[in-house]
């Protein structure tokens, strides 16, 4: 490995990220996953440059072929003739740094291509976890100029969902099979979805899955414009994925109309500066409760010469 | 009402629960419950008293009897010539200040002993929730002279749970039947136990459920000195209710033989400071992300003039 590669320096490594090194690329979401000081240069750095990339998040259970269907809309934004990121988000995995995790390695397929870059991220360092560290990643390649992120989660926890639709676009998975799209429902994804998606259409039970997505939607159904479109795909062949990609691209077009990009971009900057702050203090917090002041005053609780209250207050004091 | 019962003075009213007035206690509790400044002083009041009262966690699924047993064991209590606080904790309830949620109303055959105080607590003001307000109520209880102190939670959710296992005894009641027993376990009551009741054990299928706790006890043997007996009650009529008291007096024996009891008082305590630190800090976050410094940085991180870890560390240092 040249020394070219091998810096340290965020300002170097996103120079030369923008010039389309993807090594550069790959070690700058390094240090955001592990976070620290390294983390907050590059944030530093990408932020001002960011705020171009369009971002599409895909979720949904095990088995409902999300990583197929990722793969497939890899190839639509290529066919449309634009650069994509994928980030691979598995919270529940300590491994990243690249497209190995599982059925990942499909995605292969688009290993040659220059115009793609795909990375899986864990939890590694970073102290506010996968929720603060992917929206940093994403900021890397939007400052790198990669006009399309597509973010996959692996699984349906809380995290994972609120990683996915914490993008632009928000599409939902749903395998077909009867309690699959009430299980979604339970989940939270119904309100987190701008897209479904019934994948693996072909099986029995996708039409009774469609009719169980629409019921619930027709429930839910609420004064905002925009109706959450369903769409049928069967990802292992192809068919219905200009279908997804025309569902995405609707979705997008109405944000822009309306002014909703901007506004829900604002909110969720406001919701990741709270998270940021939460994350610092629970840091501080944490700091405090170690060390000799906090075993000293723990000591004056435990012989029962300070409350627990007055003692929190004087650690928090100091 | 006269004057008297009315005073909202902590000095005081601690002053009147020393002296058994059962209105100031009540009243004491609930200042615990709403928190604020009129909690904290009851806080600091009555926690140099405290320290003397014993105290027992009673917790298990909907439907294994907990509130019949723990009447039953209030008799028990009284029957060895103690006294007896009872606390009733609903974290999903907004309701408290008396015996009177659900079946609890069967409590009231003690209502009439003047050696028997039954309270329910409910999440009302207290930032912490009933984790933190749950421990300064036993602390009222405690600094007024009551030896035994029950604990009964309604659910089992993680607070419940946590509520009931930072008792010096938790007794975890588990219904017959199949299933129930894995099911304690998933919900990590099997970690919590120090002596397990199968109640209703008239019922079929108890035997089955003796020994599938057994079975789980067996496998997740540790060094520990101590191993959780297993006491089959019938609470509706009585039976086994002398084998559940002896086997939370050989408990209370085995800790005090051992060390362990001082050593476990001093283990949550330091767990309560942190969680009162942890509590403080987050309330200090909540309210560094409301008004007008955080609007004004908020605005910045949306014009891409700073990025949120900076914004974040303005707010912190402001």
């Known amino acids: 490995m040249s020394n070219r590669t091998r810096t340290r320096n965020p300002n170097e490594l996103v ?3 923008r010039q389309g090194d993807r090594g550069a690329l790959a070690r700058l979401i390094s240090f955001v996953e592990e976070g620290g ?5 590059v944030g530093r750095l990408t932020f001002p440059l960011a705020g171009n990339a369009y971002t599409v998040g ?8 999300k990583s197929t269907l990722t793969e497939r809309l890899i190839s639509a934004v290529r066919a449309s003739g634009e650069e994509v990121g994928v980030l691979a988000v598995d919270p529940s995995s300590p491994f990243s740094g690249g497209a190995f995790l599982g059925d990942r390695v499909r995605m292969q ?12 991220m864990a939890t590694r360092g970073h102290l506010g976890g996968l929720s603060l560290a992917t929206p940093e990643a994403i900021r890397v390649l939007d400052a790198a100029g990669v006009p399309w992120v597509l973010v996959e989660t692996v699984g349906v926890g809380q995290v994972e969902i609120e990683i996915a639709s914490s993008a632009d676009t928000t599409v939902v998975v749903v395998p077909p099979g009867s309690g699959d799209a009430m299980q979604a429902s339970k989940a939270g994804l ?3 979805a701008d897209v479904f998606v019934v994948n693996k259409a072909d099986r029995p039970g996708a039409a009774e899955t469609r009719r169980d997505l629409e019921f619930m939607l027709h429930l839910s159904a609420s004064d905002a414009e925009w109706t959450p479109p369903i769409v049928m795909t069967v990802a292992s062949n192809g068919d219905g994925i200009d279908d997804l990609w025309k569902a995405i691209n609707d979705h997008r077009a109405f944000l822009s109309e309306h002014g909703l990009l901007e506004k829900r971009r604002a909110q969720r900057l ?5 998270h940021v702050v939460t994350q610092r203090v629970e ?9 000799p002041d906090f075993d ?7 012989e029962r010469r300070l409350d627990p209250y007055s003692a929190a207050g004087r650690l928090l004091e100091s």
């Open 190 to 192: 119904l309100e987190a």
């Open 58 to 65: 895909i979720t949904g259970p095990t088995g409902s072929g």
């Open 270 to 274: 406001a919701e990741e500066l709270r």
């Open 296 to 302: 000293r005053l723990l000591h004056e609780v435990v």
């Open 283 to 291: 840091q501080r917090a944490y700091e405090r409760c170690q060390g």
């Open 15 to 17: 120079e030369r990220a």
């Open 37 to 41: 000081d390294l983390a907050r240069q």
């Open 109 to 120: 397929s688009h290993a040659t291509d220059e115009g793609v870059f795909i990375r899986s």
